[in-house]
């Protein structure tokens, strides 16, 4: 039975790190794309709530990195377990805001591109 717990502790441990890790480097992959459509904005004349989607993505983003954060800093593995499992559940929810909105940045660049021809 202890064998049984110090793998799911470890298996628990092991989600938490990747989704520690994957969350933060999300947060970079948002902002680096928020300044390239700032540029894009700036050099085309054009406007999009792109940038400010993507910008609320990287929140939800940061919200998973702190919660995995605080599972992995969690004493019991009640807790740990719990807030692991919210944190995996923003991380989805972050990933398919972020799909939507490549989704929309990829329809407002073929209408753009339609309008100027």
Not at 63 to 75: H, P, V
Request: hydrophobic content about 50%.
């Amino acid at each position: 039975m202890s064998s049984d717990n110090n793998e799911r502790s470890r298996l628990e441990g092991d989600i938490c790190i990747h989704i520690f890790t994957v969350s933060s480097a999300m947060v970079g992959v948002c902002l680096t794309v928020i300044g390239l459509i700032r540029v894009v904005i700036t050099l085309g004349k054009a406007d999009t709530v792109a940038d400010d989607l993507l910008a609320g993505d990287a929140l939800l983003f940061l919200t998973s990195c702190l919660l995995s954060y605080a599972a992995l800093r969690a004493r019991s593995f009640r807790r740990m377990h719990r807030i692991e499992r919210t944190a995996d559940a923003v991380f989805i929810m972050a990933m398919v805001v972020m799909t939507l909105i490549c989704g929309f940045i990829t329809y407002a660049m073929s209408i753009s591109s339609n309008v100027g021809h």
